[in-house]
């Protein structure tokens, strides 16, 4: 077995949606520290 | 007002004293959720909100409550700042200010009425709690107060009503005071004449009596002993009854997931796919959904507590016990606040006036165990107290309690180090008693619901599908050893024990390929660190996936563990507690668990907050010196723990 199975296109999918994650969370990150001021809504945890 | 303008936008500023409802009525208005709580100086920051209403823009501002705008106190002087409407927003704006005023203790609102009127901005009243105020002895003129004041009066006899309030109607019938009080001496003559002519005595054979039931249950709960104790039993009660009362639709949750996730495996093929959607997707949601019963229970009773107006009770007692820690009484909220999140807790902390005060309890805020950590504390609760509820529930409140305790220590120790000096004494109005509503409290408890779901549906979601890709490549081909065992297999005549080799040579493989991929490298990188407080490569990975959101650690354990488990999908704690180290130990024998969730209690291990901390500190270095000092006294009491179990005779 390969370390990366590139042939197998099952590998390339997840790999695509690992990456959208990580865009995704900086993306979310970066904005949540903006809007973070007024309500004291919090980003990383579950309360506001 | 039926001025017609180029720019229709209408400011309205809702302004009054503290705990009068304002809050509550800016809610009504735009739809929002604020904070309401049944205790003076909650909104500490004004909070703007906007909504449609007659084609025009209104753009709604909540201060936070205060008696006087002249006050050298920063809720005064916000709303002060506020009310001059200086800043960008002057030109060509229509402003309006809606006062709300309480019925119950009627007189105290007379000052800044006062002081409002003078200002000549278009003005309305809004008069809430008349229904109470009955209650304790007294009615409202509405009509002689209008008159009086020379401005629209509404009335919101209840909470409900300021759902059905004619906004319309007001914003219309605003207008700009006629009659003004004049120059300071004349003030108080005005404030006697305008409640001689407005308030009007009822039932006060009633009132009376309601007068001493409250002041009898005052005498209790402020009492320095009785006070006390009755604080800690009802703190016990609420954490101990979230950690019974969830068990069960807990259960549930887990088994509907281990459902799911085994119907999948079984219908799909085996390969990447399928393993980014049990292990990833499932798994990592459902080790945060579990939660979500807690998380509904918690925010139910701290609201239904918050509601009855205890709350201002406890501040005075813990107002003692505080103080010879350097934290004044008001630090008591924003404390008890950041049982739920450390964020409004830090925010709350503004109204705080001495500046050392403030810093101080800002700095040990996050301390306090806010329900992020939540799912932490359950997962090892049940690995140190499997068979007992009693103790396990005993454990449970106990972690609260040991982070209120250092954080109270640390206080001390830095207003005696970093920040010396008085704290200044406390003044609080003890609001008046009332009975909750269940269905106000379980609205927010749905609410931060909502919230957490949210979460889990995103951020959590996300940073699991990439570790689960982190702790799946790269994948390590199969080495001597594993190939020697599948051939030992294929040789064996007994299917059984064939069957037994190839398992053991699949879960040596799934081990192999996890400690090699990404995620296995950092951990093993990392392990040295966290390895004396009772963390593997493993728990390491999730310790580290724990500083972007620390909800994500059961979630993220349970990935890793999915990863490289035997079975496909068992219950996701379940799977955790089944789950071993590489050399086959288990991966949370007790000392290590305590261990680990002494360091949880402790650490920062919020990004956010830090952020927040730095901007109402005033600087990064006070970020900074949060997060080495409660990660530093986390790891070392975190040590302190396991060893001190090991020496009790724990494995660990
Ligand atoms: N009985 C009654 N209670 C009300 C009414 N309006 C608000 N309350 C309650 O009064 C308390 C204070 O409400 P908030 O809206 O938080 O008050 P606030 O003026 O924003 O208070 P601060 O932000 O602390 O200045 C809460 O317990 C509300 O449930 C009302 O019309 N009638
Ligand atoms: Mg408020």
Redesign the interface.
């Given at each position: 077995m390969n370390q990366f199975p590139l042939s197998d296109p099952q590998f390339w999918w997840v790999t695509l949606l690992a990456v959208a994650a990580v865009v995704l969370l900086i993306v979310k990150r970066v904005r949540q520290s903006d809007d973070q001021d007024q309500n004291g809504s919090c980003g990383g945890c579950s309360a506001k | 007002m039926a001025m017609e303008s180029a720019d229709a936008t209408v400011h309205i500023s809702l302004v009054g004293n503290p705990n009068v409802g304002k809050s509550t009525l800016f809610n009504a208005l735009v739809g929002?959720?604020?904070?309401i709580s049944n205790y003076p100086g909650i909104t500490a920051?004004s909070?703007?909100g906007e909504f449609f209403g007659a084609q025009q823009l209104r753009i709604v501002t909540d201060l936070p409550g205060t008696y006087s705008l002249q006050l050298d106190l920063p809720e005064a002087q916000l709303c002060h700042q506020h009310l001059k409407f200086d800043g960008p927003l002057q030109s060509q704006q229509q402003n309006l200010i809606i006062v709300v005023i309480e019925a119950v203790g009627f007189p105290r609102n007379f000052q800044l009425l006062a002081q409002l009127l003078a200002l000549g901005v278009p003005m309305a009243a809004v008069v809430t709690k008349t229904a109470e105020a009955q209650l304790r002895g007294y009615q409202i003129q509405l009509q002689a107060l209008e008159e009086s004041l020379g401005i629209p009066v509404f009335e919101a006899a209840e909470k409900s009503a300021m759902r059905t309030l004619d906004v319309e109607a007001l914003i219309a019938a605003a207008r700009i005071p006629t009659s003004v009080p004049g120059d300071p001496q004349s003030i108080d003559q005005w404030s006697s004449d305008l409640l001689a002519k407005t308030s009007l005595p009822v039932r006060p054979e009633q009132a009376r009596r309601r007068r001493r039931r409250d002041d009898r249950l005052d005498r209790v709960l402020v009492h320095p002993i009785a006070g006390s104790l009755l604080f800690l039993l009802a703190m016990i009660i609420m954490f101990g009854s979230v950690y019974w009362m969830a068990q069960v639709p807990m259960e549930w949750i887990d088994v509907a997931f281990g459902t799911v996730g085994e119907w999948i495996s079984t219908s799909m093929e085996d390969?990447?796919?399928r393993?980014?959607l049990v292990d990833g997707v499932i798994g990592g949601i459902s080790g945060t959904m579990i939660f979500l019963p807690q998380?509904l229970l918690l925010?139910f009773l701290i609201s239904l507590l918050e509601e009855t107006g205890y709350m201002a009770r406890a501040a005075f007692v813990a107002d003692r016990w505080l103080r010879p820690f350097g934290l004044p009484g008001q630090a008591f909220v924003p404390l008890l606040s950041s049982h739920?999140?450390?964020?409004?807790g830090i925010?709350?902390t503004r109204l705080i006036p001495d500046r050392r005060d403030r810093l101080a309890t800002i700095l040990v805020a996050p301390f306090l165990s806010?329900?992020?950590r939540l799912p932490v504390y359950i997962l090892m609760v049940g690995i140190l107290a499997p068979a007992n509820p009693l103790v396990a529930g005993c454990v449970f409140v106990g972690c609260y309690l040991l982070g209120a305790l250092v954080a109270v220590g640390s206080a001390g120790l830095v207003r005696k180090t970093l920040l010396t000096g008085p704290s200044l004494p406390m003044v609080l109005e003890l609001p008046p008693y009332r009975l909750p509503s269940i269905g106000d409290a379980a609205r927010i408890a749905i609410?931060?619901g909502w919230?957490?779901l949210k979460?889990a549906g995103?951020?959590i979601?996300?940073?699991c599908?990439?570790l689960?890709?982190?702790s799946?490549?790269?994948?390590?081909?199969?080495g001597p050893e594993i190939e020697a065992l599948r051939v030992a297999a294929q040789a064996h005549s007994d299917p059984g024990q064939s069957q037994r080799l190839l398992d053991q040579a699949q879960s040596l493989h799934l081990r192999e390929s996890a400690r090699g991929s990404y995620a296995g490298q950092l951990g093993r990188w990392i392990e040295p660190v966290l390895a004396p407080i009772g963390a593997d490569w493993q728990l390491s990975v999730a310790i580290l996936a724990s500083f972007?959101?620390?909800?994500v650690f059961v979630s993220s354990l349970n990935v890793m563990v999915g990863v490289n488990a035997e079975e496909a999908a068992a219950s996701s704690i379940a799977r955790i507690r089944k789950s071993k180290r590489d050399d086959g130990s288990p991966l949370l024998p007790p000392a290590a668990a305590g261990g680990l969730l002494v360091f949880y209690i402790l650490a920062m291990q919020?990004?956010?907050?830090l952020?927040?901390t730095s901007r109402e500190a005033g600087g990064i270095r006070w970020a900074l010196l949060q997060l080495i000092w409660m990660t530093s006294v986390a790891w070392i009491l975190g040590v302190v723990a396991r060893q001190w179990m090991m020496a009790a005779g724990f494995s660990g």
């Open positions: - | 929002a959720n604020s904070r920051d909070v703007i390969g990447p796919l393993g980014l998380i925010f739920a999140c450390a964020i409004p925010l709350c806010c329900s992020a609410d931060r919230t957490f979460n995103s951020v979601l996300l940073i599908i990439a689960w890709w982190l799946t490549y790269p994948s390590t081909p199969e972007a959101a620390r909800e919020c990004l956010p907050t952020v927040v």
